[in-house]
Nanobody, 120 residues
Framework: VQLQASGGGLVQAGGSLRLSCVAS????????MGWYRQTPGNERELVAR???????EIAESVKGRFTISRDNAEHTVDLQMNNLRVEDTAVYYC???????????????WGQGTLVTVSS
């Protein structure tokens, strides 16, 4: 599975950005897609993830501001980010999952990362 993300950039605090990601390759394996982010010196953290079952996970820090959506037929996942804050500045990574969750048999695929910079 290959993931191609787009949509990062520079925005002022309070502004909006939309990230998009499209999967290709063995897309039939995918049972969930989402977004993570990482800042220097910190571990990658979950922003939002949406499984095929409809179960959604979203970080408390972005609830009410970020919205995740998927198009299973097109194998895409988008992240609409509103009311951005300086602390949202990070490299955002698109993720696709196959196999069971929380299980060694599961596997995550990653996109190349797209930088989101929020200025004050």
């Amino acid at each position: 599975v290959q993931l191609q993300a787009s949509g990062g950039g520079l925005v002022q605090a309070g502004g909006s950005l939309r990230l998009s990601c499209v999967a290709s390759g063995y897309t039939y394996m995918i049972n969930g897609m989402g977004w993570y982010r990482q800042t220097p010196g910190n571990e990658r953290e979950l922003v939002a993830r949406l499984r095929d079952s409809g179960r959604m996970e979203i970080a408390e820090s972005v609830k009410g501001r970020f919205t995740i959506s998927r198009d299973n037929a097109e194998h895409t996942v988008d992240l609409q980010m509103n009311n951005l804050r300086v602390e949202d500045t990070a490299v955002y990574y698109c993720e696709a999952h196959s196999g069971p969750y929380a299980d060694p048999r599961g596997r995550d695929f990653w996109g190349q990362g797209t930088l989101v910079t929020v200025s004050s």
